[in-house]
Every structure is written in C-alpha cells, then in structure tokens.
C-alpha cells in the first residue's frame, strides 16, 4: 500500500487505515505450523461489562509489544483474545437495567433472566474489544473466545466433575465470606481489607449462678451477640481458668452460655475472654467444631435480622447494632467503650461490608494443587519478572485455604450436580442424568448455585485451546508463553492458572509471568470514579494518537514499579512521534533523484560519521533486544528513543546535510543516502512494537522511496508490511568502538561551544573561533575531525593542540581533559555584558534571599504542605545553580 507524507503528522489519517489493512489480511492470525517455534500470549480476558481504562492499556501495550516483537523475531506468534462473562459485576449491571423499567430478576425466573443477560452481552459485549483495536492490539481476532462459550463451558464442566471424582472438590457447611448486597458467598481474595475507625464494646455477660457478677467481653461486632453460643478464654489465662466450666447468661437474650477454654483466645485482645458465634465468625466456626457447639444463624442472606434475634427481627444488621447498643447501655450492660482501629472486610464488586455467614458451600481442595504449583516454581517451571513477586505468589500458596467456588447468582456456569428429591443424595455428572445414583429414583433437581467467574478463568490458558477436546491448537501452543497482568490478580488468577494446569493438563499454563505496576494519578492515588481522577485512553488517543499514548505509558513503566500519571505526560510521547514523523519527511525527499542509479556500498565508502552511526545502531539493536528479553520495556523504549532523537536525529541528520546538499563527489552524496535510507529502515524496525501505527506508514513511504529510487540497503524491502517483517539482528561487522568514543568527545567539545554561545548570547549565525587544548596524555584524533567540528559548532578557525594556552578576553568550557576557550574580542561588548550578567546576578540574589527566609520560617516549615516546601527547596537548588554559572561568566568576562 504506498503512502505519501503530509506536511503534518495526523494520527486520525492513519491509524483505522493500517489496523484494518492488518486485519483484514490477516496478519495477526496463527495456525499451528511445526517448521516455526510458538510464541503464545493469552489476554487476561477483560469483564465483559468494562469499558478500556489506562489499567488495561497497559496491560495490552506490553502484551503487543512483546506479540510484535516475537512475530518479527520469526515466531508463530498468536495472541489470544476473549471476554470474561464476570458473573456478579454482570447481573448486577443487567438488575440496573431492568430496575429501570421496574422490573426484578425475580420477576422473569431464571430463564427469561438468562436471555436478557445474553441480549446484553450481545449489544454491548464487544464495546472493550472495539476499543482494544483502537489501542493497536494485534491479538488473533478470528480466535476470540468468551468464557460461556460452548467449548469453554464443556471445560468448565469437566473440570469440575474431573476434580470432583478426584475427591478435589466437596460440599460441606462453613462460615464463608457474604455479601448481603449481591447475596452470594465470596472466595477470601474477592474480599477487599480496609482499615475502619471502630469501636470495641465491652459488655458484660453474667453468671447464671451469681447475676450480680460479671465475666466483660470485648467485641467490634456487637449485633452478632444475639447467635453467641459460648464465651472463650485461654486455658494459660490465670484471670479465668477457674471459671471454664462456669455458665454465663447472654444479655438482653437470656441464653445459656457456657465457658470455655481453648488456646486459640488471644489473651492480649479486649479482655482476653471472646464470644463464641460459629455462624457469623470464621474463627468461632473452627472453634465451635472443636466443641461440637451448634451454630445459631441470626441474619437473613439481606443482612437484616430473622426471627432468631428476637426484638429485632427485621432490623439491618447496623440498623440492630444501634438499637442494640442503646438497650445494652439502657440495663447496664455496656462497661465501657474504647476507639478500635480494625481492618473490615468489603465486597470487591459491589464494596458492601461482607458478613462472615454459615452456609451450604462447594469447595475446592487447594492443599495438594498448591503443593503442585510451589514446587513447579522451585523447578523453574514457572520464572517471575520482577522476581520479587514470586516471594508474594508463594506465601500465599503455601498458606492458602480452601476456595469457596459456589455462587448464589444466576448468571454463570451453573454447578453440574443434581439432587435427589427423595433420598437426598448428590448426583455429579457431566451430562444432565436421568436417574438419582444411589436410589434410581428420577425426580432430580439441579443445583441452583453458579461456579466463581474465577473458575472458568483458572481454565483459560487451555480451555481457549479447545480443551477437553484434543485439538492441534492446544498440542502446538499449550503451553503459553508469558503472561502478562497485574499484581492485583496474581491469587484471583495466576495461581489458580498453574494449579489448574498442573492438575488437568500436567504442564504449567505459561514459562514466564510479566507483573507490571498499577497506574495512579500524579498524587499517587488509585485512578477511581469516586475521585474522579481518572485519565480515559481513548479521549488520550483522539487527542495526542495512539501511538503517543502507547509510547508515553512505557517509557514511564519502569520494571514493576507503580506509575504516577498525568495528561501533561502525554505530550512527550506526541514529541517523539512528530520528530520521527518529521525526520522521515526529511529523509525520504533527501533520498529521490532525477536519474536512480544503484550503488553497492564498500568499506571504503564509509566517512566517519557513518561508521559512528551504524556501531551506535547497532550497540542499540543490541541491548533493545536484551532489554525486551529481559522484559525491561522502559529500558528499550528509552535505548531506542535516545538512538532515533539524539544519535540519528540531532547528530547524524545535522553532520550528513554537508554531503546531501554540498558534496561534490556524486558517489560520496549516494553514500549517504543509503545509509540513511539504511539506519532510518531499522529504526523503524525497531520501534514498530511500541508505535506500530506510525511506524508502518513511515515504513511504506520509504519503501517506495527505496526501490523508486534503487537505493540497495543490502535488505529486502519487498514484504507486504513492516509487521510482518523481520526483527533487525546485530551485526559485528559495524562493531566500530573507535568511532563511538571519538564521536562522544566530539559531541562535547561541540556541546562546550555551543553551551558559550547561549551563556553570551552570541548569535547562531555569528561564526567563532576556538583552542581546544587536550592536558596529559589523552589522544582524540580531534585534529582528523576538525571539520566536522567547525561545521557542527559554526567555527571558523580552530586550533586544536596539547596544553595550549588561554587566548585573552575568552570564555572556556571544561570536558575531562580538554578546554574549549572561545576568544570573544570584537564578538561581544564585555562591559555591557558584564553590566547585564552582574544586574541579572542581582536579581537572582535577592530572589534567593526571599526563598531562604521563607524555608527558614519555623511557621512555614511546620504548616506549609510537603509539596509546597518541596517546592521552595527546588528553587533554592535551582538560584544557587543559576548564579554558580553566572559567576563562572563574569569570570571569563574579566
């Protein structure tokens, strides 16, 4: 497709034309092919309610770097897309839409339900895949899977009849995590912590025996008190150990509670005696087991009281708190109340205080498959980057508990087990049975309850392969490559992902897994609604392109760390594209000639500054690739952004024009042409991962310009696209290190002139003379390059030689060794120039006198915000920097 440069770069222009052209010749789709290696990435499937936010932008601008990467390196390269059904994020948004309209899921059943949730999912489902493609995500559209895909839902129910007989999974009654508001169990993960300002509420309980004394307990959870069952003390506790046995009264209730002794009772916390209520504490359950106590459940699944607590049957559970606390003071049961700092747990969808609750549950047994996936780490089967995060991984499964997979929605995969409405038995199948397993009777009722939506995803690296079938998909690509996400879900997801694919498919999902930073807003807070501190990707891309947006984002992700983000940041990754964009202007009409002819460059052909120009390519090709294998993205992008801007751009563009526009030699001028045809091809190479829009129109244009032109680059330029071209390889024949120290040196005697320039506000065009004088034994062959040297600093006569001597009236720069002096007789005034530097150094002094009285004020210190101290503290660095150099000046003035 051959393009054709406007004056300005405008990202609309291009980037839809180059994604469809990807796509629809199917440039992003792989098949199975055992002449090539795989390379295989599966997407953290994204809720099928989200809309794109700059965390899944970064997340999927690493995945197609390292996607495009491995495809130009010559792998079969496939990323895998899908959609999460997300179970309770997505009912909830289908109850919202039918509250609209006054209608409850209750209304419709359970079928009706379903068909309104997959009309849902059919219109607006695809809204993030859509805005994915925007971002330039090259993942395998053809293959894109959802989580209730027929295959993925025949995975999901094997698996769990599979784990099931294997005696992996069990039902059983337990204190599980709820959530009143979504009314369904929760796993621990799904549960987020917070740090609340409480209170701990000392009440006391009195003995049957003697109702004028008293036994305090401490708690945070006063409403539960109505289903205690017992009261604990450590047995090591000399305050209670003669009262085990003792039976106490529950206030405002009249229940018979007796003491118990059990070591678990931290004597430190409240009054080292805790109430015992099995079905609203997790720990009281465990405890309660120990001594056969029968739980009493006093909450509905709503979070409101039932009938078993008595007065306040019907009240919200905080609502009972409340009132509950008024009676207690009322008849003289509350001792006192102290403020308590304690961590309160809240539902991760809906942020609904979670109530611990007794329940009929489905578990899986975590014990033997985190055993598993501990030692697969321990064999290196399993590497993460940054490898600190493997530590995090581990505690957790080594300390992991059982997974309550049950939940009590609608929308999801339903639990494959069906009960016998006459003997009662469980019946686990893969296929709808027609008759009870243990009584042949066939009045069957199947499980209402749903799998976690974590289930499904724990499946996702095979299931999308076509698992359980035995597919050429999941023989080639399985297992993955790398994995991609962030630190958030490495319990939720990545450790379910490895024990899963151990225990069914008896390989690890993936070899490597990538954890990257979360983004934060510039004040390092958590991007959120609430605060409305968010930055939306997509008015990002409409306003600077995706690439600039691509571009900014990775250069700020430094290796595991968190980003602080703001739309300003944005603005560099436009820089680099217009000068990228501008820069192939240049060069492409610096490259057409009226009458071609081919070259075949020689050794000889070679000036210094191309030798220069194809060693630092190719240092920089070099470590861009180390980098990306080591997964240090930010570190590649800037090794290829400094290369393009600083070596390409600002010095070999700028040094070559002489033999462009000046050079008498017609061969010498095809020289350059080629090598810049030459570095700018692989540079583009280069960079195609992390801007691969703009690449790829550059790529096109230069293309035609090459062939047009019969420019021979010594590579082919003859393939369909830059995507689907080849990842540029190091080559020793360019190593030159000579020329790159020399050429350092160079740029900082240049640097020096032109560093005195701007201090004495001498013109550009104003030509120079210099001494550059080189002190002991340092040998730069400066003297090879002193034309090089005159035109890049605009001299006229240059004297270059060992320990010469300060010319008068002269300014002087210092790099290592050498001395830079500029004589600046008859090219400036030095009084009036030391008139203006000494009133400018005035002014600079005053201002660094008001700036210290202020940071010396103990009110200002002390009241001030940090950031606004921090502040003044950066001015005053600054001042004192600022009038350092102006006194260097005056110094050269005289």
Not at 625 to 646: E, I, P, R, V
Request: net charge negative; hydrophobic share 40%; aromatic share 10%.
């Amino acid at each position: 497709m051959q393009t054709k440069l406007s004056t300005q770069y405008n990202p609309k222009e291009i980037e839809d034309k180059w994604y469809q052209f990807w796509e629809e010749n199917g440039f992003f789709h792989s098949v199975p092919d055992p002449s090539k290696e795989p390379y295989t990435i599966v997407i953290p499937p994204p809720n099928v309610t989200g809309v794109l936010h700059m965390g899944h932008a970064l997340n999927n601008i690493i995945q197609d770097i390292l996607i495009r990467w491995r495809r130009m390196q010559g792998y079969n390269a496939l990323w895998m897309p899908g959609t999460d059904h997300a179970g309770i994020a997505t009912q909830n948004v289908v109850e919202r839409e039918l509250a609209t309209k006054r209608i409850k899921r209750e209304h419709l059943g359970r079928e009706r339900f379903i068909e309104e949730v997959w009309k849902w999912k059919n219109q607006y489902g695809s809204t993030i895949i859509k805005q994915l493609k925007k971002l330039g995500s090259s993942c395998d559209w053809v293959r894109e899977r959802f989580t209730m895909d027929e295959g993925l839902s025949a995975a999901v129910k094997e698996t769990f009849v599979s784990l099931y007989e294997r005696g992996l999974i069990y039902k059983g009654k337990y204190t599980i995590n709820w959530c009143p508001r979504c009314r369904t169990a929760l796993a621990d993960d799904e549960v987020e912590h917070e740090e609340h300002e409480g209170h701990l509420w000392h009440i006391k309980y009195p003995f049957k025996d003697a109702p004028h004394l008293f036994l305090v307990v401490a708690t945070t959870r006063p409403e539960t008190l109505l289903g205690d069952v017992a009261v604990a003390v450590n047995p090591k506790d000399d305050r209670y150990k003669d009262m085990i046995g003792e039976i106490l009264t529950l206030p405002v209730i009249g229940r018979e509670l007796p003491i118990l002794a059990d070591e678990f009772v931290d004597p430190s916390f409240g009054t080292g005696a805790v109430k015992v209520t099995p079905a609203h504490d997790p720990n009281d359950f465990e405890m309660g087991k120990r001594h056969n106590l029968t739980p009493i459940v006093v909450m509905q699944e709503n979070g409101t009281m039932n009938e078993l607590a008595g007065d306040y049957e019907g009240m919200d559970r905080f609502e009972c708190r409340d009132a509950l606390i008024e009676e207690l003071k009322l008849k003289k049961f509350i001792e006192m109340v102290t403020p308590h700092k304690h961590s309160v747990g809240h539902c991760y969808r809906c942020h609904t205080v979670i109530e611990p609750y007794i329940s009929d549950q489905w578990f899986v047994r975590m014990r033997p498959l985190a055993d598993a996936a501990i030692k697969a780490s321990q064999r290196k089967s399993v590497t993460f980057f940054p490898e600190r995060w493997e530590k995090i991984y581990l505690s957790w499964l080594e300390n992991v508990r059982d997974w309550c997979i049950s939940r009590q929605i609608w929308w999801g995969h339903r639990i494959p087990a069906w009960y016998c409405q006459d003997c009662g038995a469980i019946t686990v199948a893969r296929d709808v049975p027609t008759k009870c397993s243990k009584c042949n009777s066939v009045i069957l009722k199947q499980d209402d309850d749903v799998l976690d939506t974590w289930f499904s995803s724990a499946l996702w690296p095979f299931s999308t392969m076509g698992w359980p079938k035995e597919t050429p998909e999941l023989r080639y690509y399985y297992p993955t490559s790398t994995l991609v996400t962030d630190r958030g879900i490495i319990y939720f997801w990545v450790a379910r992902m490895v024990m899963m694919g151990l225990e069914i498919m008896r390989n690890v999902p993936f070899s490597n897994v990538y954890i990257h930073g979360t983004i934060l807003d510039e004040q390092g807070r958590k991007m959120s609604k609430s605060l409305g501190n968010g930055i939306d990707p997509l008015v990002m891309i409409d306003q600077y392109g995706a690439d600039a947006v691509r571009f900014s984002i990775i250069v700020l992700t430094t290796e595991g760390q968190d980003i602080k983000l703001s739309e300003s940041r944005f603005e560099m990754g436009r820089n680099f594209t217009n000068k990228l964009w501008n820069a192939a202007r240049f060069i492409t009409m610096n490259l057409e000639e009226e009458q071609p002819r081919e070259i075949d460059l020689e050794p000889a052909d070679y000036q210094f500054e191309d030798k220069w120009i194809l060693s630092r390519l190719n240092t920089t090709i070099k470590t861009c690739t180390w980098y990306l294998g080591q997964f240090k993205f930010n570190d590649a992008a800037m090794k290829a952004y400094d290369f393009t801007w600083h070596s390409f751009c600002d010095w070999y563009l700028e040094i070559v024009k002489a033999r462009l526009y000046e050079s008498e030699s017609p061969r010498d001028k095809k020289v350059a042409q080629t090598i810049l045809a030459k570095v700018f091809n692989q540079i583009l190479h280069l960079l195609h991962p992390f801007v691969p829009f703009i690449t790829e129109e550059l790529w096109q244009n230069l293309k035609h310009v090459i062939l047009e032109n019969k420019i021979n680059i010594q590579e082919d330029m003859h393939r369909e696209c830059l995507m689907c071209d080849v990842w540029p390889m190091e080559d020793k024949r360019y190593e030159d290190q000579i020329s790159e120290e020399h050429m350092v040196i160079l740029q900082d005697v240049i640097r020096a002139i032109r560093n005195i320039r701007s201090k004495m506000n001498i013109k550009e065009k104003q030509k120079l003379d210099a001494v550059i004088s080189i002190s002991g034994n340092g040998e730069y062959e400066l003297d090879k390059h002193s034309g090089l040297l005159k035109r890049m600093a605009n001299i006229e006569h240059v004297e270059i030689g060992k320990d010469l001597e300060k010319p008068a009236h002269s300014a002087c720069e210092v790099i290592g060794r050498i001395q830079a002096f500029v004589p600046l007789a008859g090219i400036i005034d030095p009084i009036a120039e030391r008139e203006r530097q000494s009133k400018h150094l005035k002014q600079l002094e005053d201002y660094l006198i008001v700036v210290r009285r202020k940071l010396e004020n103990k009110n200002f210190a002390a009241r001030a915000p940090a950031h606004v101290v921090a502040m003044e503290q950066n001015r005053e660095k600054e001042l004192l920097e600022q009038i350092s150099k102006i006194k260097l000046i005056l110094n050269d003035l005289g």
